[in-house]
């Protein structure tokens, strides 16, 4: 996905003049394209994320949209009071580019890990959260973000993440992207773990079970519609998120089913609220918590069974 | 002193006795801190700053930044007897839909820049907005005030690096060095000294100047930057509580509200 936010704004860049592209001094053998193509938009403002922060806002102050990256832990948490004033509080241009988010760095340890930041982000007046799910829709993250007022969050995953859209992709404002249309189960997942849902999805069709699969790259704002009209021609709902249980999209979604008074089966899919004690591949962390395809496909079985 | 300069001082005088009427009537806190910069800001809004009060975001205004927002009373004060709005308006300050908060927030009246409040936020916003200036090629100067006691957060020398680091000639700190923080001396909380020679090191232009001498202040600031090619800091040496006897270099008018009497008393000596 790394790769995917680069190129594209590279290209944009050349159109774009307002981009600038800060780092906290990450990006080594993926951003010296763009530094040498536009060094003087180009700023490593070394390892203090609080202050790139401050300076990205004063650029987006000044008329420029600065894109400011880094390993997703530092780019949200290191300077989460910056971003909550300096950029939200007085409603900045800025986009807060994660990278590696959730257990993209799983043996990296709990330091690296980024479990919380959709919470964080999400919680953030003015901020937009867009978690996309495939490099597709990076690049289209990317291009939507040039329309975009305000500030924006984009949470990537990692270089490698599957394609999952046959074809280019549009963002509208908040809205979700449906990629079947089953009608037994609906999974709505966000970020880098589409690919493993809709594989789970395949699993479910071979067990006879149709699934409705929605990509929903906008945690913030939601799209309530889909999530209502899922919840009206599905048996059941579930969220699926590389991120902790609390704050995510789990809880975005449940908070527009708990006001829209529709009765529905639901279940978040998540990160359980513990710590990592275990290391390993982020598909070894995945197989454990219950987010690998087979894993994902057995939680909604075991609920379908419940229900019957 | 000069005819300029006593028109200066009592101008320092209004903004003061703004600031303690201000504190008063909202029960406030920080009427030290704000008196401690009341001269500052008057040289600043009255002799340094090219600004428009009747454009007030023209491009090619300069921009000031009060990074210690917590003492804003003396910035609203100072703006209003500028002509930036009417001086009327302070008589709201922190009440129930006021346009004037008790830290200085984003364009709340015309003149304020930024949204300050939380300590060592400053200076990387002016850093911001000085490579911005140099990239549109722009002459407007930046300027941001912060407290001594704001040199304890991490976040400011992270921008004196940058700033030095990016010879950010354009940008000017000056430090409200008061002495005295929330909860007791900076030398007792967390010594800062060698002070100048901190910011030397990080690759700024210092001076130091007696923060209440107005004209010293207008001379320190009359001719910048420092050195081509650094970004400038100017050391105000003041008193926290400035101007009102009983309030001055005392700790409890970080928090203190005046009383009634208290209210008379100040405006008695600031008359």
Redesign the interface.
């Known amino acids: 996905m790394r790769k995917a936010f680069i190129k594209a704004l590279t290209e944009e860049a050349a159109r774009d003049k307002r981009i600038w592209l800060l780092t906290g001094d990450m990006g080594f053998s993926v951003f010296e394209d763009f530094a040498a193509r536009y060094h003087?938009?180009f700023?490593n403002?070394?390892v203090?994320e609080?202050?790139?922060?401050?300076?990205?806002?004063?650029?987006?102050?000044?008329?420029?949209m600065p894109f400011m990256y880094s390993i997703t832990p530092f780019v949200t948490m290191r300077c989460f009071?910056?971003l909550r004033?300096?950029v939200c509080?007085?409603n900045q241009n800025v986009r807060v580019i994660g990278g590696g988010g959730g257990l993209c760095y799983g043996s990296a340890g709990g330091t690296h890990h980024s479990l919380e930041d959709i919470s964080l982000m999400r919680s953030l007046p003015n901020m937009t959260v867009v978690c996309p799910g495939d490099p597709r829709e990076v690049t289209a993250a990317v291009r939507y973000s040039l329309d975009h007022s305000g500030p924006m969050y984009i949470r990537l995953g990692r270089d490698g993440d599957p394609l999952i859209h046959a074809g280019d992709v549009t963002l509208q404002p908040g809205k979700a992207i449906t990629l079947r249309a089953g009608t037994d189960v609906c999974l709505i997942a966000t970020g880098n773990i589409l690919g493993n849902t809709l594989k789970a999805a395949d699993e479910l069709l071979k067990r006879g079970v149709s699934v409705r699969l929605i990509s929903m790259p906008f945690v913030k704002p939601i799209d309530r519609e889909a999530i209502l009209s899922a919840a009206g021609a599905t048996r059941a709902l579930f969220t699926v998120e590389e991120h902790s249980l609390i704050g995510g999209l789990g809880s975005a979604v449940a908070e527009v089913l708990a006001e829209s008074g529709k009765p529905v089966r639901f279940q978040r899919l998540a990160i359980p609220d513990r710590l990592f004690k275990e290391v390993g591949s982020q598909d070894y962390l995945r197989e454990l918590i219950g987010l690998s395809p087979t894993g994902i496909a057995h939680s909604v079985l075991a609920l379908l069974d419940r229900q019957s | 002193m000069s005819g300029q300069q006593s028109a200066l001082s009592d101008i320092a005088r209004q903004v003061r006795r703004h600031v303690v009427r201000m504190v008063a009537n909202a029960r406030s806190s920080h009427v030290g801190s704000a008196l401690s910069i009341a001269d500052i800001l008057t040289v600043l809004y009255f002799r340094t700053l090219k600004v428009y009060p009747d454009d007030p975001w023209r491009e090619d205004r300069d921009r000031f930044i009060l990074s210690k927002g917590h003492a804003c009373t003396a910035l609203y004060a100072t703006l209003a007897l500028r002509g930036f709005f009417p001086e009327k308006v302070l008589d709201t300050y922190c009440a129930n839909g006021t346009s004037l908060p008790g830290h200085s927030?984003?364009r709340c009246v015309p003149g304020v820049?930024?949204?300050?409040?939380?300590l060592?936020?400053g200076?990387?916003?002016?850093?911001?907005?000085?490579?911005?200036?140099r990239?549109?090629g722009q002459k407007h100067r930046i300027f941001v005030l912060l407290s001594d006691g704001e040199c304890d957060e991490?976040?400011t020398w992270?921008?004196a690096?940058?700033a030095g680091?990016h010879k950010l000639d354009s940008l000017t700190a000056i430090v409200d060095f008061n002495r005295i923080q929330a909860f007791g001396d900076t030398s007792e909380v967390l010594n800062l000294e060698p002070f100048g020679d901190k910011w030397a090191a990080f690759g700024w232009e210092t001076k130091s100047v007696d923060g209440h001498d107005l004209a010293a202040l207008e001379a320190a600031l009359a001719s910048l930057p420092y050195r081509a090619g650094r970004p400038s800091l100017l050391i105000a040496r003041t008193a926290k509580g400035k101007g009102v006897s009983f309030m001055e270099n005392r700790l409890a008018w970080h928090y203190k509200s005046p009383n009634p009497a208290e209210l008379e008393a100040a405006l008695k000596e600031l008359a």
């Open positions: 003087d938009r700023l403002a070394g203090a609080a202050n790139m922060t401050g300076v990205a806002a004063g650029l987006a102050l000044s008329g420029l009071e910056q004033i300096d509080y007085q | 927030t984003m820049e930024v949204s300050t409040g939380s060592g936020h200076l990387s916003l002016g850093c911001g907005l000085a490579l911005a200036a990239r549109f991490g976040s992270e921008a690096l940058f680091h």
